[in-house]
Structure formats: C-alpha cells, structure tokens
C-alpha cells in the first residue's frame, strides 16, 4: 500500500530531455524541499514502526465488538463535525 | 460496504494513521488512544463511510476531530483555553547552522498542532489544499496560511531562510535525490 499521497518529483518542473544544463532550483523551492524532506523522514520513520501490542489485540478483536444499531454513542460524523 | 472487506482496508491504513496520530500528539501513548478511539468510532459509524471514497481521508478526519476534542477539553480543565502550555515549555532546538534531523524533529514538535497537521498533510502525504481543507473543516486559505506559517517558523527555527544560502551538504544533496527517485513506498 502506498504511503505516500501522491509521487513527489523534485526536478520535475525543470527537467529537459534536451541535453541542456538544469537551472539550479529557487533558494525557495530548497528551501521547502528540504523542509518537506525532513518531515517525511521523520513520518517514514514512525510509519514503519511496528504496531503496539494492544493495537494489534483491538484489530483481531474488532469483529467482536458489538456494533450499535443506529446511533453508536460518543461517536460524531466527522463530515458534520467541524473543528479548527 | 462488507465488514471484512472495510477492516482489512482499515488494518492497512493502521500504520500511517498511527503515524498521523504522532504527528498530532508527540507522544506515542497518547497517539495510541487516539488510534484506538478513531478505530473504535470508524468501526461503529461504518455504515456512514461511503464506498469507494478515499478511507483514509475518513479515518483522519475522525482522529483529528477526537485530537481537538480531547484538547478542548483538556484545555478548559487546565484553564489553557488557547493551549499555550505545551508550547511554552517546549524548548527551541540547538542552532548550529546546518539541518540535523533531530533538531528539526524538536522544531517541529514545538509547533501548533494546526501547522503540525497540515504540513503532515499536504507536505508529506501530498493532498492537495482542497482536500486538506475538506479533512480539517476549513478553508483553503486556513490551509496555505498554516503550511506557510509552519514552513517559516521550521525555516527560523534551523536558522534557514530564502535569503540565506543553504549549504549543499550530504544530506541535503541526499534528500533532494531521494525525493527526485520517488519517495513513493
């Protein structure tokens, strides 16, 4: 399954296929590709961490879990829901 | 949409939701209840996910909506209504100059969570400003006014700025390059 959104192509912008130089990217665009970088290290790294136990015993145990007919409590419809 | 079919999506968006919940939370036990309590909610109210959108989007909108729910309350109960309290005792990373992972890890847990979100969104996940918006409940201008307020604030915090030439060491040359072969996994 993809992590990722969708694929991120740094150059994309300002590749050629022409054979000529590459323009250096804008201070800018570093900038916010090394930031984005760094955060998707950071993401990557706690995507990839193994599951805690007791995540893991709520997945097998889910089917269990009586599912209310109708209105479950304490549970809001985050398409009404608005926050922040 | 059948149950079976619905958790064995859910069960594989576990480890990037769990990841978003840390991104919201900085703190795994924390981002454990959330995770625990979004499935919960997901699970009973899956009569209202909508076959063939995006469960993803779905799940993280009902994690992040129980994350500034607990805030709120947590807020009013510490009478930190604007939750200044985590942030005042966050510490600013060392500066020297260069951009280490781990003083940008520390930049980035001083942020509001309102920037931590949309930065994990749109900068790391890729959705575009409209669906952001969609997932956060607000406008697009919400969403490019955090992006940019947070790219800023980690710029200052690593001492970076446009105007100041950003030295080409390794890992930057190693971040570009990983970003230009795909981060995709």
């Known amino acids: 399954m993809r992590l990722f959104h969708k694929t991120t192509n740094f150059f994309a912008a300002v590749n050629t ?7 250096m990217p804008s201070k800018s665009r570093m900038l916010k590709s090394q930031i984005d970088d760094n955060l998707r290290l950071i993401f990557e790294e706690e995507s ?3 599951l805690p136990p007791r995540l893991q015993e709520l997945l097998e145990r889910l089917d269990e879990i009586d599912v209310p007919v109708g209105v479950a409590s304490g549970v809001s419809d985050p398409k ?5 | ?5 619905a958790k064995a999506e859910l069960i594989g968006h576990m480890k990037v939701l769990r990841a978003f919940a840390m991104s919201l939370t900085r703190n795994p036990a924390a981002a454990d209840d959330l995770v625990q309590d979004t499935v919960l ?11 063939g959108t995006n469960m ?9 909506n129980g994350f500034y729910s607990d805030r709120r309350k947590a807020a009013r109960e510490t009478d930190d209504p604007e939750g200044n309290l985590a942030g005042a005792l966050a510490e600013k990373p060392a500066h020297d100059g260069r951009l280490q992972l781990a003083d940008f890890r520390v930049a980035f847990d001083t942020l509001p969570p309102e920037q931590r979100e949309v930065l994990t969104l749109v900068g790391v996940l890729q959705y575009s400003y409209e669906e952001a918006a969609e997932m956060c409940g607000v406008k697009i201008g919400t969403i490019k006014s955090r992006l940019k307020r947070g790219r800023d604030a980690l710029a200052q915090a690593m001492d970076l700025s446009e105007d100041e030439p950003i030295e080409m060491t390794d890992q930057v040359t190693q971040s570009v390059v990983s970003v230009n072969g795909g981060a995709a996994a």
């Open chain 1, 80 to 84: 009404t829901e608005k926050n922040s």
């Open chain 2, 1 to 5: 949409m059948n149950r079976q079919d």
């Open chain 2, 41 to 51: 909610k997901a699970w009973s109210k899956l009569d209202t996910f909508e076959e």
């Open chain 1, 48 to 50: 990839q961490a193994d």
């Open chain 2, 56 to 64: 993803r989007a779905w799940l993280f909108t009902i994690l992040r």
């Open chain 1, 17 to 23: 296929s022409q054979g000529t130089p590459l323009p």
